[in-house]
């Protein structure tokens, strides 16, 4: 089994900054792409930001310059930098990875159970 695991999540004001961490364990051979998800109440879950097992990423046009995604390959851990954080941005925050198993060598993708962000004015 595998399981990606978010913290960091919480209550800031308006400008402020928030460090958001996603750990993988379990029976992981290799991670491939990662990625943070969000969703706001009554609205779709949407794509924040993307990176892959190399380091490049993508990002949603609402976060460019202000959010940084990076990911430690040896610890199986993504993080999600959230500078100059605006109302807008609350939602709980979702991290997505595809997975290879190393039990059955199988391409899996996973979610983590959402770290809640909320941001105020």
């Known amino acids: 089994q595998v399981q990606l695991v978010e913290s960091g999540g919480g209550l800031v004001q308006s400008g402020g900054s928030l460090r958001l961490s996603c750990a993988a364990s379990?029976?992981?051979?290799?991670?491939?792409?990662m990625g943070w998800y969000r969703q706001a109440p009554g609205k779709q879950r949407e794509r924040v930001a993307s990176i892959t097992r190399g380091g490049s990423t993508n990002y949603a046009d609402s976060v460019k310059g202000r959010f940084t995604i990076s990911r430690d390959n040896a610890k199986n851990t993504m993080y999600l930098q959230m500078n100059s954080l605006k109302p807008e941005d609350t939602a709980v925050y979702y991290c997505n990875a595809k997975v290879l198993r190393q039990d059955t060598f199988v391409l899996n993708t996973y979610w983590g159970q959402g770290t809640q962000v909320t941001v105020s004015s």
């Open positions: 379990g029976s992981i051979f290799s991670i491939n792409d």
